[in-house]
């Protein structure tokens, strides 16, 4: 079972180095493809604006740029 969910549309530059991130730290991911225009704009009515959307869990990290500090946090839980 993936620890995170990652929606991603092709093309992104920030989705590859949130993929590339998780796999560094250790960390299992599946990967949620936006590929039509339909499945872009049920994104969009969520509020989310950018790629990747990142989960873990049911919680919602956010973007490549929170990821980061999202990891660190992690590291210093007790998981």
Do not use: N
């Not at 590339?20 to 969520?46: C, D, M």
């Not at 873990?56 to 956010?62: L, N």
């Amino acid at each position: 079972m993936a620890d995170f969910h990652i929606m991603t549309k092709p093309g992104c530059t920030y989705c590859t180095q949130a993929k590339a991130l998780l796999k560094e730290r250790g960390h299992s991911f599946s990967e949620l493809h936006h590929l039509s225009e339909e499945a872009i704009e049920e994104f969009k009515a969520q509020g989310w604006r950018t790629f990747p959307q990142i989960f873990h869990g049911t919680v919602h990290v956010g973007g490549f740029d929170q990821l980061g500090a999202y990891l660190a946090g992690l590291d210093t839980d007790d998981f």
